[in-house]
């Protein structure tokens, strides 16, 4: 099976700009989450998605958002950007049904100037 | 929420040596407890997980032992090799929602 997708891979944008970031699970897998990585923070859960649900929600602002297709595709939003937000984007993929492993993307690299 | 700390932050070791990675979680409602490793550059990769209702699991040269009652967690590497260099994680998970510790920085010494 192909494993878990993302794009693009690096990105760059300017403070006050939005950014939309996809990620496609492994063939099956229904539920996406995603996560921010950064020196200073590490990895944090930021959201989940089933069946296009969100099912849980990760400590981040509004500015964040997401959102799942009934293909399993997922997209995340980031408005307003800020020097803050420049980080590795992580996806992971999980049945769910009949597994709850994580399998994780190679990640968005993005950079806010 | 979930609170998971990891211990040593970093670790150097020879190589044929043993690695021990420690984790402590604060939700005792937390019943899954992955493991992943990150290579420079890379994709976290899940190497070993183990579930709330087990109290270790080995495969080949990696193991994971929880003790549930003293919330704590911990990765044994025996016999390390060059390419187990790279950053672990442990990870906490309670309903899909995965809480990482803050990694580890693993050195083999050739």
């Known amino acids: 099976k192909a494993g878990v997708t993302q794009t693009p891979r690096y990105l760059i944008k300017t403070r006050g700009q939005q950014v939309t970031l996809s990620c496609s699970p492994i063939?099956?897998?229904?539920?996406v989450s995603w996560y921010q990585q950064t020196p200073g923070q590490g990895l944090q859960f930021l959201f989940e998605?089933?069946?296009?649900?969100?099912?849980n929600k990760g400590n981040f602002p509004g500015r964040f958002s997401g959102r799942q297709f009934s293909n399993s595709r997922s997209e995340m939003n980031v408005s307003t950007l800020e020097l803050g937000d420049s980080a590795l984007y992580l996806c992971a993929s999980s049945s769910r049904t009949g597994g709850i492993e994580q399998y994780f993307g190679p990640g968005t690299r993005l950079t806010v100037t | 929420g979930e609170n998971v700390e990891q211990h040593p932050s970093t670790l150097s070791v020879q190589e044929g040596d043993s690695a021990v990675i420690k984790c402590t979680y604060s939700d005792s409602a937390s019943n899954y407890f992955p493991w992943y490793k990150q290579e420079l550059g890379k994709r976290p990769q899940l190497i070993i997980d183990i579930r709330s209702n087990v109290g270790e699991k080995k495969d080949q040269r990696i193991a994971v032992t929880l003790n549930k009652t003293a919330k704590h967690f911990s990765l044994h590497i025996t016999e390390t090799q060059p390419e187990d260099s790279a950053v672990y994680f442990c990870a906490a998970s309670r309903e899909y929602k995965l809480s990482f510790g803050a990694g580890t920085t693993v050195t083999v010494r050739a």
């Open positions: 063939s099956g897998h229904r539920s």
């Open positions: 998605y089933f069946s296009e649900t969100q099912r």
